[in-house]
């Protein structure tokens, strides 16, 4: 895009222009002012892009509403809950719903913000996603396959095995290993081999159904997983009521879906850490974003 000129000013967004901002963004032909402190301190891709001081005899992108950097491959909305993260005025209280937290994992994984894309991580192990729509979100944004066990488990125990829309989704590979996981669990014990029937009901539970996961998507052992999260959710939306497994016993943590209301009336960062979706910050920002916003957020939809 060319640089802007006083006749052909793009509209500053409502929320996130912040004055006092010294990173100017173009996003669909809109412009976001923030502070190039969260940019660069977490995102090698925005470092590169984002030089300070400038390079002698140039005048760097993102330096004015007339050289802002701009951002493709992002809409609007997602650019916005990526903000709300560094600007959430809840001081890490972070209440988000599936769908804005899988926003956030995108850029995060796209623009690599590793502490980002672990927040993102976390707020959505503490919600109830569908089995099938977390197997296929995990693997999209490369996210440690052993928070899967429980996912993998409601697909392998359900009564219907995948369709073919459904195995497109996941994937050649995924969807083999399902289909191969779910014939060993329901093969019965007959002078003991076993024969299998896919439709036939599960004959395996707890630590051998477990294992067997383990053994099939070739996972690391639950402890590898603490650096996501501390506690892995059941998958909605496919019944488990069959599986007998105590050892995997997790607590879910309901989430109605909305986001925090109100605008972000500045920069926080206090590094607590709050529940499972904390993200805990180094250390207080020192003035760095001291600029306010207008009036309330609605991007965040």
């Known amino acids: 895009m060319p640089a802007t000129s006083a006749t052909t000013r793009l509209p500053l967004h409502r929320d996130y222009y912040i004055h006092g901002g010294d ?36 005048t760097a992108k993102g330096s004015s509403d007339n050289l802002p950097l701009v951002l493709d491959d992002v809409t609007k909305t997602e650019f916005e809950r990526l903000l709300w993260v560094f600007y959430n005025p809840k001081y890490s209280l972070y209440d988000a719903s599936i769908e804005e937290w899988t926003s956030i994992l995108k850029l995060a994984h796209q623009w ?17 996603i ?11 944004y490369h996210v440690n396959r052993t928070l899967l066990q429980a996912a993998y488990t409601a697909l392998i125990v359900r009564d219907e095995p995948l369709t073919i829309e459904e195995g497109r989704e996941v994937g050649l590979e995924t969807a083999l290993q399902l289909a191969h996981a779910r014939e060993i669990a329901r093969a019965p014990v007959f002078s003991g081999r076993r024969v299998g029937n896919p439709r036939s009901p599960v004959n395996l539970a707890g630590a051998e159904l477990h294992t067997l996961i383990n053994d099939v998507f070739q996972l690391s052992s639950p402890d590898a997983a603490s650096e996501h999260t501390t506690q892995m959710p059941t998958s909605s939306g496919t019944p488990t009521t069959n599986i007998r497994d105590t ?30 979706t904390g993200w805990p910050l180094n250390g207080h920002i020192n003035g760095a974003a001291n600029g306010t916003t207008r009036g309330q957020t609605n991007g965040r939809r």
Request: proline fraction near 7%; charge should be positive; include cysteine.
């Open 23 to 58: 990173a100017i963004f173009c996003v669909e032909n809109t412009l976001f002012r923030a502070h190039r402190f969260f940019f660069a301190r977490d995102s090698s891709w925005f470092r590169e892009r984002l030089p300070y001081p400038s390079p002698p005899g140039e």
């Open 112 to 128: 690599d913000f590793k502490e980002v894309k672990e927040l993102a991580i976390r707020g959505l192990e503490s919600l109830q």
């Open 130 to 140: 569908p089995a099938l729509q977390k197997v296929v979100l995990y693997q999209t």
């Open 247 to 276: 050892s995997q016993t997790t607590s879910t943590q309901t989430n109605s879906g909305s986001s925090p209301s109100n605008t972000p009336q500045g920069t926080n960062a206090n590094g607590s850490t709050n529940g499972t």
